[in-house]
């Protein structure tokens, strides 16, 4: 049994960028989700994003990430999942202007561990997705 990948699609839906540096900052993505056919070895989906921009300049400079997981019930995921982003106050510096890239992709979370999912060539089976999705990746400009 194949597992398939039906559709994936992502979005940046917000930008919320404050006027004074003394609010926080939250990005979205949301990407529909509709998988069948996983292996029952595969607990939980995942999606990963990540912002680089030179103007995070902390908690950790030049990056911010965050995650969402999902349960997989009867071998089938079919959802929105959403990941906000949240720069606290004070971590960026003078954005405007300045471009940010981004990039989000789907992770598999087993018994043993989190990973990627792989293509037909894998070295583990229950992570194989067909088709399996390239990250997603964009910019903007804070």
């Not at 900052?25 to 989700?33: H, N, Q, R, S, Y």
């Not at 018994?111 to 990250?135: C, I, K, M, Y």
Request: proline share 10%.
């Amino acid at each position: 049994m194949i597992p398939r990948l039906l559709t994936s699609a992502i979005a940046l839906i917000a930008l919320s960028v404050p006027s004074s540096l003394s609010a926080q900052t939250m990005v979205t993505f949301e990407m529909p989700v509709k998988l069948t056919q996983l292996a029952p070895e595969i607990l939980k989906v995942g999606m990963y994003c990540d912002i680089k921009s030179q103007a995070i300049v902390s908690p950790n400079p030049g990056l911010a990430s965050a995650t969402d997981e999902v349960s997989v019930v009867g071998g089938q995921l079919i959802t929105t999942m959403r990941v906000v982003i949240t720069l606290p106050s004070g971590s960026l510096q003078a954005p405007a202007g300045k471009t940010a890239n981004y990039t989000c992709y789907l992770t598999a979370r087993t018994a043993t561990g989190l990973g990627g999912f792989t293509d037909a060539t894998g070295p583990n089976p229950a992570t194989v997705l067909t088709p399996n999705p390239p990250p997603v990746t964009g910019s903007f400009t804070w």
